[in-house]
């Protein structure tokens, strides 16, 4: 099996859920021994820079090789995150054009599949195109009047290039509907869900303290991730409630959204894993209050780290969070405030008996050990499809 995989930044050189999975991706099938040339977008790095840094030491590099290219600067124009996208495309075609014939399949993620569907369609690549647009984030609920203008704007391009590939990415629960209803054939949607790095499992849940609570949220300061809505519930929680909690922030929340009380304790940015880790494992509860997600990793690695979850129902997020923890249907300010107050009061045994659920669920269905296999079995029916 030889793989073509494209994304538009990969972890660590760009930040982002998208660009880790690019990251693990290319982690795992080069270990499973499948040939990967991984094309990724980053400002003057050197030929042959990706395998001498730390974070790519697991890989192996008998079988994968790596190109990068920058992205286009952005333009000020509306619309311009997909001209500028289309642009990207553009490029790494150019670049890899000579290589096609060396592949079985071309695996693009987020809107780098344009050029290859183009030059499919008018009978210049002859091997399938898959995409993965992971959450489609586009056709879930926006957050605000300004949101959902910027959905509008993408959902021409993201339906273009859902039906104009070969095969299609899905995580499974929300994301299925989403797709059927665009309009692509059940057989060519390719579920199967992401995953975690076996590093994250612990061996068992911290216990939880029968008078204690700490809470975690892990991401950008932005209304999509309803921090706005968290942070209102915690407001209010904070203000009727003197229970003993801790609530964390790790992420670039700024400084004039955030809340001053002893109880809040606000990291910033963090990039070192291991100080994510250690947050993540002396906490009890990963709260996720999105407007629109796919299957976030942060609740991977909550669930990894023995914590119950609080999120919402948007996604594939019911496929992680179902007896572990409480599925919101909206991020509601008093919905979420409720959840909270819930896992503050539900009994010691019983809090521990949902962090359990969450390890164990990881442990048997998530990790990126185990979903490479399925997805490798997925991706080889695809290719054998186009002979």
Request: with cysteine; net charge neutral; proline share 5%.
């Amino acid at each position: 099996m030889r793989i073509l995989l494209i994304t538009d930044g990969i972890y660590p050189f760009v930040m982002g859920g998208m660009q880790k999975y690019a990251y693990y991706l290319g982690k795992f099938l080069s270990k499973a021994g499948v040939k990967v040339h991984l094309v990724h977008c980053a400002q003057d790095l050197a030929p042959g820079a990706e395998m001498a840094r730390a974070e790519f030491q697991g890989f192996d590099g008998r079988y994968i090789t790596f190109e990068s290219l920058p992205f286009p600067a952005a333009s000020k124009v509306p619309g311009h995150y997909i001209s500028d996208n289309k642009l990207y495309s553009n490029a790494v075609l150019e670049l890899v054009r000579d290589k096609l014939a060396d592949f079985d399949l071309v695996y693009c993620q987020g809107f780098t599949a344009w050029a290859f569907i183009e030059a499919k369609e008018q009978g210049n690549l002859d091997i399938p195109v898959v995409s993965n647009l992971h959450g489609y984030e586009m056709y879930q609920r926006p957050p605000s009047l300004k949101g959902w203008l910027g959905q509008w704007l993408l959902r021409s391009a993201t339906k273009r290039i859902t039906l104009g590939s070969d095969a299609v990415v899905s995580y499974g629960g929300h994301i299925n509907s989403i797709l059927f209803g665009m309009g692509v054939p059940p057989e060519n949607v390719v579920e199967c869900p992401l995953g975690v790095e076996a590093s994250w499992l612990v061996s068992a849940p911290s216990p939880t303290s029968d008078t204690h609570r700490e809470f975690v949220f892990i991401g950008r300061d932005e209304r999509r991730k309803g921090v706005h809505e968290l942070t209102l519930a915690l407001k209010a929680l904070l203000k009727k409630s003197k229970a003993d909690i801790k609530f964390h922030f790790i992420g670039p929340i700024l400084e004039g959204h955030r809340l001053i009380d002893d109880r809040i304790i606000y990291h910033g940015a963090v990039h070192e894993e291991e100080k994510i880790k250690r947050i993540l494992r002396g906490a009890d509860v990963l709260v996720c209050p999105s407007y629109s997600e796919g299957m976030p990793t942060v609740i991977m690695e909550g669930m990894s780290s023995g914590l119950a979850i609080i999120a919402t129902d948007v996604g594939a997020v019911n496929r992680q969070v179902h007896g572990n923890g409480w599925l919101l249907p909206a991020p509601d300010v008093n919905a979420i405030r409720h959840a909270l107050e819930k896992a503050i009061e539900l009994p010691t045994e019983q809090l521990d008996a949902l962090k359990r659920v969450s390890l164990e669920r990881v442990r048997d269905n998530f990790t990126w050990e185990d979903v490479i296999s399925r997805k490798l079995k997925l991706l080889e029916e695809i290719a054998h499809r186009g002979n």
